[in-house]
């Protein structure tokens, strides 16, 4: 049972031009998202948040978005750099804890020079 | 100002031996979470401590698997008899009472052969 997903597995865009990715929730419960980034062999870190009372979250190059109804989040990073290069996840905390995370998949950006 | 921290980084047990993997949270962090990362998949919740106490270990298997968080020391995750299907990389993770962001160690890449 899936309830963060990201469906696109990687990403691949121009330094300089926008960065967009997707991820899907089913838990209308759901109040509070975050994304987190992950270079490899180092753990996930804390990039942006969003509460289900905004639609619209913004913190320098990165943007996150949410539309309830369509129960659809996206992180917009322009403009995108070659260090944001990474696993991005996104993440919706439940139950006992807002540190017991359900994640989604991840995608893999990669941003060309 | 140090990070949540694990050890070892790598570590890497025969079937049937056992695994103890080690994390210390952020100084005056007092919740502790576990994860577990297959290959190519996201982070699944493991479990969910308080010093002492185990408060939610819902994503925990039945089986092998133990956490604990003691008064003094690292938080701890046993896992016993251990098989391939084990192989994984364990995150830690700690918040401070209340917040709203965890703190994600860097990792314990777990390899059974």
């Known amino acids: 049972d899936q309830q963060v997903k990201q469906n696109s597995p990687s990403l691949s865009v121009q330094e300089g031009r926008i960065s967009i990715l997707n991820c899907d929730y089913t838990?209308?419960?759901?109040?509070?998202f975050l994304w987190y980034k992950k270079y490899p062999a180092e753990g996930p870190t804390f990039l942006i948040s969003?509460?289900?009372?905004?639609d619209k979250n913004e913190d320098g190059r990165f943007t996150v978005f949410l539309n309830k109804s369509a129960k659809h989040l996206s992180l917009h990073i322009v403009p995108s750099q070659p260090g944001d290069s990474a696993v991005y996840f996104c993440?919706?905390?439940?139950?006992?804890?807002?540190?017991?995370?359900?994640f989604g998949q991840g995608t893999i950006l990669t941003v060309h020079p | 100002n140090a990070g949540v921290m694990q050890n070892p980084r790598h570590l890497v047990r025969r079937r049937g031996q056992e695994a103890r993997l080690r994390c210390s949270p952020v100084?005056?962090?007092?919740?502790v979470y576990w994860y577990r990362q297959l290959p190519e998949e996201g982070l699944k919740f493991m479990v969910y401590l308080q010093k002492e106490n185990i408060i939610d270990e819902s994503g925990m298997p039945k089986e092998r698997f133990s956490a604990e968080f003691p008064k003094e020391g690292p938080s701890i995750l046993r896992i016993q008899q251990v098989v391939r299907g084990d192989s994984a990389a364990y995150f830690c993770?700690?918040?401070?009472?209340?917040?709203?962001?965890?703190?994600f160690g860097q990792g314990t890449r777990l390899t059974v052969v």
């Open positions: 838990n209308s419960m759901f109040d509070y």
């Open positions: 100084k005056g962090h007092s919740h």
């Open positions: 993770a700690s918040s401070p009472q209340g917040s709203t962001e965890a703190f």
């Open positions: 969003i509460s289900s009372i905004k």
């Open positions: 993440a919706a905390p439940g139950g006992t804890s807002y540190g017991k995370l359900t």
